[in-house]
T-cell receptor
Framework: AQKITQTQPGMFVQEKEAVTLDCTYD???????LFWYKQPSSGEMIFLIY??????QNATEGRYSLNFQKARKSANLVISASQLGDSAMYFC?????????????FGRGTSLIVHP | GAGVSQTPSNKVTEKGKYVELRCDPI?????LYWYRQSLGQGPEFLIY????????DSGLPNDRFFAVRPEGSVSTLKIQRTERGDSAVYLC???????????FGSGTRLTVV
């Protein structure tokens, strides 16, 4: 079974609008971490935001926020006020801590295109 | 160094040849990860080092793939008898301990012709 599911292969948004990228996860661990990374066409993976499973508040980093719904096992990324430079692939990842093996598992990604 | 460095950035090799891909992590980072990313896919885990030892190599696809980290810093991913299906971007990431954030390198694009 997929541990991370990103159901949107591609998303389009108008510049300055907000956009939500979906991510659901599957784990039986109580302690885990959720990450979002951005991968522009240059290929480098850029860390955006982190949410711990015990964090009660949704994580925010500038224009990025993570809508964490633990009961639904979802960790959607919200980008406010989209910019042209936000056009990239976005990957959701989860790190479980069971067995002491801290290995992030990634989803298949969502391609975001921001239109002027 | 300031970031994770991967060399070479691009490698073209003939089917059947041996290749080595190098990763130089952030100084002091004990955890190091190798991932493989095929076109249109997310990064796929290969192997995880904690210090000098491979803590988890369950993602290595077969015995043609091997990785070392002899002094707990630089790591080398070695692929023997390369096949066209090995063509992908190989990403390396490091972390201070494995429980905090992960910093990725720019990757090595391997093309097997």
């Amino acid at each position: 079974a997929q541990k991370i599911t990103q159901t949107q292969p591609g998303m389009f948004v108008q510049e300055k609008e907000a956009v939500t990228l979906d991510c659901t996860y599957d784990t039986s661990d109580q302690s885990y971490g959720l990450f979002w990374y951005k991968q522009p066409s240059s290929g480098e993976m850029i860390f955006l935001i982190y949410q711990g499973s015990y964090d009660e508040q949704n994580a925010t980093e500038g224009r990025y926020s993570l809508n964490f719904q633990k009961a639904r096992k979802s960790a959607n990324l919200v980008i406010s006020a989209s910019q042209l430079g936000d056009s990239a692939m976005y990957f959701c990842a989860m790190r479980e801590v069971s067995g002491g093996s801290y290995i992030p598992t990634f989803g298949r990604g969502t391609s975001l295109i921001v239109h002027p | 160094g300031a970031g994770v460095s991967q060399t070479p950035s691009n490698k073209v090799t003939e089917k059947g040849k041996y290749v080595e891909l190098r990763c130089d992590p952030i100084s002091g980072h004990t955890a190091l990860y190798w991932y493989r990313q095929s076109l249109g896919q997310g990064p796929e885990f290969l192997i995880y080092f904690q210090g000098t030892g491979a803590a988890d190599d369950s993602g290595l696809p077969n015995d043609r793939f091997f990785a070392v980290r002899p002094e707990g810093s630089v790591s080398t991913l070695k692929i023997q008898r390369t096949e066209r299906g090995d063509s992908a971007v190989y990403l390396c990431a490091s972390s201070l301990s494995g429980v905090d954030g992960y910093t990725f390198g720019s990757g090595t694009r391997l093309t097997v012709v």
